[in-house]
């Protein structure tokens, strides 16, 4: 299959203008948009959601999907503050010309999964309500620390919201000492898109297929069509300054700059995939 690509092109470069650039360098014609100009996608007004639309356009670039911080507070956080700024950010979606937005499904306290299972799923129904009649597909993705972050807990959140989809992420599940093609079989009838991000045991975020997350096996299974970049790899700082490179590495993957990193994040994907 022919994928098409997006990226959290944020990881580049904070200001938009540098964001296009590095995208049309890569060939990445779609955003997963979360960071602009120094504000979370959440943060920006109308006015600027049709200023970053015209200069992504004139560009022949788009957003594919809002990646915001929805339900990313704890469970016992005010909701009713943060569902109304959810609806606004479904307006940002719609100036932008999403067709996708991700959110998460809260902080818990660690092992008490269970006793906040129903607040969630009341939760992530109000975010479903107000998105009704959008045209737009909300995607929860798995996240440490997040009531979905196992493939268990995030099979029963799609069999109890069926309109609620899945961005598979299988560096957050090897975080999480999650089997990713375990998760997979899971979970993937719910799969919308897939979040390219690989990871070793210990939880450090390598270039996709470099580390444990099977990325090779799910690419074949995936039926989808999109994937998205999220490189999450390290950048050291002071790195240019080293005397010898090769053996002064904080590890094999560390970068000198958020360009490199990305661009070595690109590459990867396209080995994968070619």
């Known amino acids: 299959m022919e994928f098409k690509l997006a990226a959290f092109a944020d990881e580049a470069a904070s ?30 007004s109308e006015q600027k959601a049709k200023e970053i639309c015209r200069s992504l356009e004139s560009e022949n670039l788009s957003v594919w999907s809002i990646g915001s911080p929805f339900g990313k507070i704890g469970i016992g956080e005010n909701f009713d503050v943060h569902l109304e700024k959810f609806k606004h950010t479904l307006e940002i979606a719609n100036i932008l010309g999403a067709t996708h937005f991700r959110l998460f499904s809260f902080y818990m306290p660690s092992g008490e999964e269970e006793k906040y299972k129903d607040k969630v799923l009341e939760q992530l129904n109000k975010f479903v ?44 599940f090897i975080q999480c000492n999650q089997d990713t093609k375990e998760a997979w079989k899971m979970l993937s009838p719910y799969v919308e898109y897939l979040h390219i991000k690989d990871a070793m045991g210990d939880g450090s975020v390598v270039p996709a297929g470099k580390g444990i997350g099977n990325l090779p096996y799910i690419l074949s299974e995936y039926k989808g069509q999109v994937l998205t970049l999220e490189p999450h790899l390290t950048v050291f700082k002071g790195f240019e300054n080293l005397e010898n490179k090769d053996k002064s590495k904080i590890n094999q993957y560390s970068y000198s700059s958020s360009t490199e990193a990305f661009n070595a994040a690109v590459n990867a994907l396209r080995e994968l995939i070619k």
């Open 15 to 44: 200001e938009l203008y540098k964001q296009i650039a590095i995208m049309k360098e890569n060939g990445i014609s779609c955003l997963e948009i979360r960071g602009v100009d120094g504000q979370n996608v959440a943060d920006i």
């Open 129 to 172: 309500g107000a998105a009704k009649g959008t045209g737009i597909i909300l995607c929860h993705e798995n996240e440490k620390g997040i009531y979905g972050s196992n493939a268990e807990r995030c099979l029963e959140i799609h069999k109890a919201i069926p309109e609620l989809k899945a961005v598979f992420d299988p560096a957050n």
